[in-house]
C-alpha cells in the first residue's frame, strides 16, 4: 500500500498550510514521487482551483494533474450528505484515492476546512475517509485561545473523535501559538494523551504570516493598482485610516502599514510618499485611495517623476467601508507569495522536532539523493563550518533577496561589494529583514582602506605580465578583481558572481592570480541536474571547448571529487559516440586514453568508457553494449568529450525534462569561485553561494 498521512484540522484557520508546506518539504528530501490528495475541495466550481492544492501542486512542481487532486467539491459532497449518501462519498474518494497510489511513493491527504457550521459532523466524515483509506492521522490545531486548557480542550476532542472510530492519530501539531504560551503549551499538551508515543509540536504565531500581501488585497477589494506593481508581494501588517491632518497622522504610522485615505486627499497621498522614502519615518506596504478618486494629472505627473513608490491602489467604495472590509480579509499561504512560502517552511523547520516527525514518515524508501534532499544538504553541509563569501553586485535586486534568505537560514556569512548607502537603500527599499547583521558587511571597493594593500598586492602578482602600479590600482577598483583578491587574501572564503557580469570578467581575475590546485593544468565545471528523482554530474559544460585526452582525465577526476564532496556517489561515464571497444576514431580515441590515464592517476575511482549515453543510463542497453559493467546502466556522473557536446546535453535535459540545472560549479582552482548565468534566478543564486561555502570548507 502507498505510504500516505490524512492531516486534519480541528476548526477554520488552523495554518494547514504551512504545515503541509513543512511536511512535503520533508517527504521530498525522500522521494520524488509525492502526490497531494483532498477528498473533499472548499470550491464552487471545478475552474475555481483549491488553494492548498494549488500551493503545493506549483511550489514543489509536483507532476500531478489538478482533477486528479480531489473527489468532491464541497456543494456536491453536502447534497449527498443531506440525502443520506455518507457511504457514496466514501467509495468515490477511495476509488480516486487508488487511482493515485501506484503513480506515488507517498500521498499527503487534505481533510476538508471547517469553514461552515456542521463541523461535528466534518469531523466524523474526515475520520470516516481516514479509516477507509487506512492513512494515520496527523491533527493540526490552533493555539491562539485564551487559556492554554482550551487548547487542550480542543485537541483532546478531536483526538478522541478520531481514535474512538478507529484511526491511528499519530500526532498533533497546534500552530498559531501565541508566543508567551509558547512553553507552557509545549509541557502540558503531551499529558492530554494516553499514548507516550503521540508526536506533539506548537508552532508560534507570526505577523508576516497572518498579513495579507498587497496582492491579496488588490483580488479580494477589486481593487486597480494606479502605481506600484513590483511591489505588490509587499505585507500589510498594520492598517492605518487617515482622516488627519498632515501633522498628525505622521505619528501613527508603523513599520508595513497600509494607509487608507480618500481618494481626493492629495495633500496626504503625497507626504506618505515622503514619509516612505525618508529615513525617518518606517517603510509603509501600500496606499489605498477610496471613493473612486485618483489624483490629477499635476499630482499623477509629480509622482511618476518619484523613485521607489509603493503599491498605490484606487477602491470604488468610501473610507470607512473601505477599512471594514479591509479588516476582515484573508491572508493566504498562496503560490505567489514566495515570502510567506519561505517563512513558512523556516518557521516549520525551526520550531518542529523534525527527527521525530521523519520518523512517522519513515516507511518512505530513500530512492537515492533527491533533489529537494539535495538542496536541504547544501544548507546542512554549509552549517558544518559557516563559511565568508563575498557578492560583487549588490546593485542586483536577486542578489540582496538571496542574501536576505541566505542570512535568515544561519548558512553563510557574506560580504556586499558597492556604495554603502546606496546598498542599505536598496535594501531598505526591498524590506530586507536580514541584512543589517554582523554577519553582511557592505565594502566599497572606491573608498575603503584596503584599496591600496590590495593594489600592491596585485602589482606584485602581475607585474611580470606588464601591469603597473597605476593600472594595478584601476583594475583592483573593479568588484571582480577586488572580490577575488579579497578570496586570494583570505578576507573571504569565496566568490559568487556573474548576475551583472560576463562569465570572463567573473572568472579572468581568478586565472590570473588564484590560480589552480597542485596537481591541476585545467579549471573545468560540473552542473549538477535534478531530476524528479535522483541528481545527476554532468562535466565539462561550461569551460573548456576541446579538451585533450589529459585535460579530460583531470576533469574526470575533479568532477569525481565535486560530487563527491556533495553526497552523490561517484560512477563514471566518459561519453563518446561509440561503446566499449566497438568503434574507432581521433575522438574516440581520446576519450579512451584519457579513461586510462584518469585510471592510472585515481584507480579508486569508478570509472568506464568510451560509452555512449544510452548505455550510461539504461540498464537494458548496458545489458547489451557493457554486460557485468558496475558503471553502465547506472552512472551518476556524465564527461563530455567536449564543450559543444556538454553545453547541448545539458541545455536539452534541462529543457525536455524541466530538470533543475545547478551551476556550473567551477573546479580546479585554489579557493572557490563560481559564475552565475545573468538570467539567473534567486533560488540559482543560493544555491551557488551554498556550494562556494562547501568548496570553501575543503580549503
Do not use: W
Amino acid at each position: 500500500m502507498t505510504n500516505s498521512l490524512y492531516l486534519t484540522t480541528t476548526e477554520s484557520r488552523c495554518g494547514k498550510s504551512l504545515v503541509s508546506l513543512g511536511i512535503t518539504n520533508l517527504l521530498l528530501r525522500k522521494t520524488g514521487r509525492v502526490g497531494v490528495f483532498r477528498p473533499i475541495i472548499d470550491e464552487k466550481d471545478i475552474r475555481d482551483h483549491d488553494k492548498n492544492i494549488e500551493l503545493l501542486v506549483k511550489h514543489f512542481d509536483l507532476k500531478i494533474d489538478y482533477e486528479d487532486t480531489f473527489a468532491y467539491l464541497e456543494r456536491d459532497a453536502s447534497d449527498l450528505m443531506g440525502q443520506g449518501k455518507t457511504e457514496v462519498i466514501i467509495d468515490t474518494v477511495i476509488q480516486k484515492y487508488k487511482a493515485l497510489e501506484s503513480r506515488y511513493d507517498f500521498i499527503l491527504i487534505i481533510g476538508s476546512d471547517f469553514e461552515h457550521e456542521e463541523s461535528a459532523f466534518e469531523v466524523n466524515l474526515n475520520a470516516q475517509i481516514a479509516k477507509n483509506l487506512g492513512a494515520p492521522v496527523l491533527i493540526v490545531s490552533r493555539g491562539d485561545k485564551p487559556e492554554v486548557s482550551d487548547v487542550q480542550n480542543v485537541v483532546r476532542v478531536a483526538y478522541d473523535a478520531f481514535t474512538n472510530i478507529g484511526c491511528e492519530v499519530v500526532g498533533v501539531i497546534v500552530n498559531r501559538a501565541d508566543p508567551e504560551k509558547l512553553e507552557s503549551l509545549r509541557s502540558t499538551l503531551p499529558a492530554a494523551f494516553a499514548d507516550e508515543k503521540t508526536f506533539v509540536s506548537v508552532l508560534p504565531a507570526d505577523e508576516r504570516l497572518s498579513s495579507p500581501s498587497i496582492r491579496q488585497i488588490v483580488n479580494q477589494l477589486d481593487a486597480r493598482v494606479l502605481y506600484g506593481d513590483e511591489y505588490l508581494d509587499n505585507l500589510a501588517h498594520h492598517y492605518v485610516v487617515i482622516s488627519m491632518s498632515i501633522r498628525n497622522y505622521l505619528s501613527h504610522l508603523e513599520e508595513n502599514a497600509l494607509l487608507i485615505v480618500a481618494g481626493d486627499r492629495d495633500a496626504i497621498l503625497l507626504s506618505a510618499l515622503q514619509a516612505h522614502q525618508s529615513n525617518s519615518y518606517p517603510r509603509l506596504s501600500g496606499i489605498i485611495l477610496s471613493g473612486g478618486l485618483r489624483p490629477p494629472r499635476s499630482v499623477r505627473k509629480l509622482i511618476d517623476g518619484l523613485k521607489d513608490i509603493v503599491p498605490i491602489l484606487s477602491v470604488k467604495a468610501p473610507t470607512y467601508p473601505t477599512a471594514t472590509k479591509t479588516m476582515e480579509l484573508r491572508s493566504y499561504i498562496t503560490a505567489d507569495t514566495p515570502q510567506k512560502i519561505e517563512l513558512s517552511l523556516k518557521l516549520f523547520e525551526r520550531h518542529q522536532d523534525t527527527e521525530a516527525l521523519e520518523g512517522i514518515l519513515s516507511r518512505v524508501q530513500t530512492r537515492g539523493i533527491t533533489p529537494r534532499m539535495f538542496i536541504y544538504s547544501l544548507f546542512q553541509k554549509a552549517h558544518v563550518k559557516r563559511k565568508r563569501i563575498v557578492l560583487p553586485e549588490s546593485k542586483d535586486d536577486r542578489i540582496l533577496r538571496a542574501a536576505d534568505l541566505l542570512l535568515s537560514r544561519g548558512a553563510v556569512d557574506l560580504v556586499l561589494l558597492g556604495n554603502h548607502d546606496e546598498t542599505q537603500a536598496s535594501i531598505r527599499r526591498l524590506g530586507l529583514r536580514n541584512m543589517n547583521s554582523e554577519h553582511c558587511t557592505i565594502i566599497d571597493p572606491q573608498t575603503t582602506d584596503l584599496l591600496d594593500d590590495y593594489a600592491q598586492t596585485l602589482y606584485e602578482l602581475r607585474k611580470h605580465k606588464g601591469v603597473q602600479p597605476e593600472m594595478a590600482l584601476d583594475m583592483i577598483a573593479d568588484v571582480s578583481y577586488f572580490g577575488t583578491m579579497m578570496v586570494y587574501k583570505g578576507h573571504a572564503d569565496g566568490m559568487v558572481s556573474g548576475a551583472m557580469h560576463t562569465t570572463a570578467h567573473t572568472i579572468r581575475p581568478s586565472l590570473q592570480f588564484v590560480k589552480t590546485k597542485p596537481g591541476f593544468s585545467v579549471v573545468s565545471s560540473v552542473f549538477f541536474m535534478a531530476l524528479d528523482d535522483r541528481v545527476l554530474v554532468y562535466g565539462d559544460c561550461a569551460v573548456n571547448p576541446n579538451p585533450s585526452a589529459e585535460q579530460l582525465a583531470e576533469i574526470a577526476i575533479s568532477s569525481a571529487d565535486t560530487a563527491k564532496t556533495f553526497g552523490i556517489e561517484p560512477r563514471i561515464a566518459m561519453l563518446s559516440y561509440s561503446t566499449g571497444e566497438s568503434g574507432t576514431g581521433e575522438e574516440v580515441e581520446k576519450v579512451r586514453k584519457a579513461t586510462e590515464l584518469a585510471k592510472e592517476r585515481r584507480p579508486d575511482l569508478n570509472l568506464e568508457g568510451p560509452m555512449q549515453y544510452d548505455a550510461a543510463v539504461s540498464a537494458d542497453v548496458a545489458a547489451q553494449k557493457m554486460p557485468g559493467s558496475k558503471v553502465a546502466g547506472q552512472a551518476t556522473l556524465f564527461i563530455f568529450p567536449d564543450l559543444n557536446t556538454g553545453n547541448n546535453t545539458y541545455k536539452a535535459v534541462q529543457r525536455e525534462t524541466g530538470a533543475i540545472a545547478i551551476g556550473p560549479v567551477l573546479q580546479g582552482l585554489n579557493k572557490p569561485v563560481n559564475d552565475l548565468s545573468r538570467g539567473c534566478t534567486i533560488e540559482d543564486i543560493i544555491n551557488t553561494v551554498l556550494i562556494t561555502a562547501i568548496q570553501a570548507q575543503d580549503d
